[in-house]
């Protein structure tokens, strides 16, 4: 049932961003729009995401049975900021269980990204630290990539995943699906 919610939900927001993009699409152009603008220095943007972790042994023993019975499904929310087009910092926090701690994870990194001309796709790298709150209250480390791609140069998805290595209990990785604003 998760999954399935998680899945509708992905493809509800993809329709959505889609349709906010055609604002954006110049008439004499047909539809396609200048995508060089789409990432810029001094850029704000900010971040709702799903996300879904799974721990050492589930990560080290995979299977599709493992995964589903054993893996985390959460939402969060992020900012980052931009100094130049290629190097900003970001901050997320992210729930998975809201009958303990509200907030499971709070975290800041480094981030650089690379746009690939203009084709809206900009590949990330990141690497950072934060709090754990929930289950074992510990520090991290993390590091970890993904891909953006905006379809306007405001509205854009993105997926990435990380390696978490709490400073005392056993590493597991968490995946993030999302959209994001920037301004």
């Known amino acids: 049932m998760k999954n399935q919610i998680l899945i509708g939900g992905t493809i509800l927001m993809l329709a959505a961003m889609s349709a906010l993009g055609a604002e954006n699409v110049s008439s004499d152009q047909g539809l396609q729009y200048d995508q060089g603008d789409s990432y810029r220095a001094n850029e704000l943007s900010l971040d709702a995401f799903g996300t879904a972790s799974l721990g050492r042994y589930t990560i080290e023993n995979w299977s599709a049975s493992r995964a589903r019975h054993n893996g985390q499904l959460g939402a969060g929310l992020g900012l980052n900021y931009f100094f130049i087009r290629n190097l ?40 950072g630290g934060g709090r754990q709150f929930d289950m074992v209250k510990a520090w991290f480390a993390q590091v970890g990539g993904g891909i953006e791609y905006r379809f306007t140069p405001h509205i854009g998805a993105f997926v990435d995943a990380r390696w978490v290595l709490p400073d005392e209990a056993r590493y597991y990785g968490v995946a993030r699906l999302g959209v994001r604003f920037a301004f």
């Not at 809201?98 to 981030?111: G, H």
Request: proline share 5%; net charge negative; aromatic share 16%.
């Open 88 to 127: 900003g910092i970001g901050a997320d926090v992210y729930s998975e269980n809201t009958t303990r701690a509200f907030i499971d994870s709070a975290e800041a990194n480094l981030i650089l990204r690379f746009p690939l001309g203009q084709s809206g796709f900009a590949p990330y790298a990141f690497g």
